[in-house]
Nanobody
Framework: QVQLVESGGELVQAGGSLRLSCTAS????????WGWFRQAPGKQRELVAG???????HYADSVKGRFTISRDTAKNTVFLQLNSLKPEDTALYYC???????????????WGQGTQVTVSS
């Protein structure tokens, strides 16, 4: 069994910063891609940032230059640094791991339960 657990979300003023973390626990052989998604009330879940096992990163246009994704491979953990936060960044942030549980298993997607980020104006 694999569990992804996020932390770090909280209420912050506009212009502030937060650092989100997500750790995968359980049987994890290799994480191919980490992703951070967010979902605001009444909106669809959207990709915020992603990072591959090779270190390639991708960002949504709305967060480029403000958010930074990174990972600690040894600890099966991904981070999202959120700077210059805006009220429109308010959402439930989810991490996603595209991973293999063993050397012989296929890839599968796992989701965390989400961590709330609220940015006040």
């Amino acid at each position: 069994q694999v569990q992804l657990v996020e932390s770090g979300g909280e209420l912050v003023q506009a212009g502030g910063s937060l650092r989100l973390s997500c750790t995968a626990s359980g049987s994890v052989f290799h994480i191919y891609v980490w992703g951070w998604f967010r979902q605001a009330p009444g909106k669809q879940r959207e990709l915020v940032a992603g990072i591959t096992s090779g270190g390639s990163t991708h960002y949504a246009d709305s967060v480029k230059g403000r958010f930074t994704i990174s990972r600690d491979t040894a600890k099966n953990t991904v981070f999202l640094q959120l700077n210059s936060l805006k009220p429109e960044d308010t959402a439930l942030y989810y991490c996603n791991g595209d991973l293999a549980r063993t050397a012989s298993s296929g890839r599968a997607n796992y989701w965390g339960q989400g961590t709330q980020v609220t940015v006040s104006s």
